[in-house]
């Protein structure tokens, strides 16, 4: 019988202490121990996540997507395993791994199912080196990160479609540089997004033909064109049918490294990680997951 420690982020979007109720009243039920750690922080999560492992407990990240990555980061390359309870405003890593929403269900997946190894992206940026498990991406969308950043009082649905009304309103392109595996293009664009996981900004199918476990990123870049041609981008986003469109590009590699010729910041599993360039890096293998 497995044991559990739940790392909870209290600052979540969707109430996650309540909906840890019935998960861990279905985990102690079947006869596991289940522990419950609220974080302070990201940094002090990945502490809990930490001490949790090396006494052979599953963490549970019981949170979103910025909760999943901070908790990835710190048990990847090690023998720990992760959980996810999502409720967060995105989950949209939970989405990608499609894991159920009733929690008798998500209970009984985390009892039973044997642990899988997945990739995760190495981040080094002039600001240190992060671990992301989604995709990290720099361009209209980190901008729009930020707008949603500051909108916590809304609802998840309303806040991700203001933050990135905000951020496309005032955009102007921006001059990437960017190598995959060492061969470098410059590209005039909206965002460059390097994804691990398909699923991104609440929803988005931004990458649909990526893979978790493949050894490589897909490199999604949405090249320049007229604003109402992005807003039909947008629109298509959610169903992946936007890489069939001209103004997308699609790339392959284990190593990118992403440029622009102005400050622009970039994030990574929801949560803002720094200011491009960035090189990434991908780590096959590097985590174990429970999952479908």
Do not use: C
Not at 81 to 108: H, K, M, S
Not at 113 to 128: F, M, N, Q, S, Y
Not at 209 to 222: K, R, Y
Request: net charge negative; aromatic share 6%; glycine share 12%.
């Amino acid at each position: 019988m497995r044991s559990f420690t739940a790392v909870v982020n209290p600052a979540a979007g969707s109430d996650p202490a309540a909906r840890l109720i019935p998960v861990a009243r279905r985990l102690r039920e079947a006869g596991a121990e289940v522990a419950v750690e609220y974080s302070r922080s990201l940094e002090h999560a990945g502490d809990l996540a930490r001490d949790a492992a090396k006494k052979g407990h599953v963490v549970i990240a019981a949170g979103g997507d910025g909760m999943v990555g901070g908790l990835a980061g710190a048990l990847a390359g090690t023998d720990g395993v992760l959980g996810i309870l999502p409720a967060g405003r995105g989950n949209d890593f939970a989405r990608q791994l499609a894991l159920p929403d009733d929690p008798e269900r998500l209970a009984d997946l985390l009892l039973s199912a044997e642990p899988r190894a997945i990739d995760a992206i190495e981040v080094d940026a002039g600001d240190g080196r992060h671990i992301v498990v989604g995709s990290v991406y720099g361009g209209v969308d980190s901008v729009a990160n930020v707008h949603i950043n500051r909108l916590t009082r809304l609802p998840g649905s309303l806040a991700y479609y203001l933050g990135p009304l905000r951020a496309i309103a005032t955009w102007r392109p921006v001059a990437y540089t960017i190598t995959v595996d060492g061969e470098t293009r410059e590209e005039r664009g909206y965002t460059v997004v390097a994804a691990n996981s398909g699923y991104y900004g609440y929803g988005l199918h931004v990458a649909p033909d990526a893979e978790v476990d493949d050894g490589l990123l897909d490199v999604v870049i949405i090249r320049h064109a007229p604003k109402r041609l992005f807003f039909s981008v947008m629109r298509e986003l959610p169903h992946g049918t936007h890489v069939r469109r001209p103004e997308i590009e699609v790339l392959r590699g284990r190593e990118v490294r992403i440029e622009a010729d102005r400050e622009l910041p970039f994030g990574g599993d929801g949560e803002l990680l720094g200011t491009l360039p960035a090189t990434l890096r991908v780590l096959p293998g590097a985590l174990r997951v429970i999952a479908s």
